[in-house]
């Protein structure tokens, strides 16, 4: 009887840590197909309570959910339906790369550039935007990755990210006793973008269908 206690024990304990084991990767594993099954628009609290599980954090209706101590995915609601969900892209991901990421998050990508704003720093920032589906990519321009994904309910009044982009032009910056500001915006010579131009013309850039080779005919047919 004891050794059988003992072995259930054993047991109970092997499967409380794989349970533990589980529930700890459930929330580590925070993926674009997840991402996916989120409909902005469609998708009820209930639903994505039983895709993701509880949320880690709730702000201001937002629902957070971390990964390794860290926020991951943010998701916020209207009238208890999804009205906007975004995800932190991170380095070990699998889909950092842009080639990797538009294979799975499809859209009609408009190119736009961070604009010179700060004299002291270069811009590094690029991103693809789909105002009319309610999606948006940002990217390190010099890493090549995506950083952050994000993809909303799509509404007549949702203006483009152009405008927060620009919101330090013409403002002042300061090292020490010497302050300066950009007055052109298009000042960096350097297209940090261009990779991702021809990335998205390459991948947006229709396929011809070819019309069948016809059949040569033999002139030299016997009567």
Same mark, same amino acid.
């Given at each position: ?31 674009? &197909?997840?991402?996916?099954? =989120?409909?902005?628009?469609?998708? %009820? @609290? ?7 599980? *509880? #949320? ?75 105002? &009319?589906?309610?999606?948006? =990519?940002?990217?390190?321009?010099? %890493? @090549? ?7 909303? *309910? #799509? ?69």
């Amino acid at each position: 009887m004891k050794q059988f206690i003992k072995i259930f024990f054993v047991y109970y304990v092997v499967f409380l840590f794989m349970g533990c084991e589980t529930l700890i990767k459930g929330k580590q594993n925070l993926n674009i &197909e997840q991402f996916n099954k =989120i409909g902005a628009g469609i998708a %009820k @609290k209930s639903e994505v309570e039983q895709l993701l599980g *509880k #949320p880690d954090r709730v702000e201001g209706g937002q629902w957070i959910y971390e990964s390794d101590g860290s926020e991951k995915m943010w998701v916020s609601f209207e009238n208890n339906i999804v009205n906007a969900i975004s995800m932190s892209v991170w380095e070990e991901d699998k889909f950092k790369s842009v080639e990797s990421l538009l294979q799975s998050f499809t859209g009609s990508w408009t190119v736009l550039k961070e604009p010179m704003s700060n004299p002291h720093l270069a811009p590094s920032l690029c991103y693809l935007e789909d105002l &009319e589906n309610g999606k948006r =990519i940002r990217i390190n321009s010099y %890493k @090549k990755n995506v950083e952050y994904i994000a993809k909303w *309910k #799509p509404t007549k009044d949702q203006g483009s990210i152009k405008d927060y982009l620009y919101r330090n032009v013409g403002k002042e910056f300061c090292i020490a006793s010497s302050c300066s500001k950009v007055v052109d915006p298009d000042a960096w010579e350097h297209n940090h973008c261009e990779w991702l131009e021809k990335i998205v013309v390459n991948k947006q850039r229709p396929v011809r269908n070819k019309k069948p080779k016809s059949k040569k005919t033999n002139k030299n047919r016997s009567l």
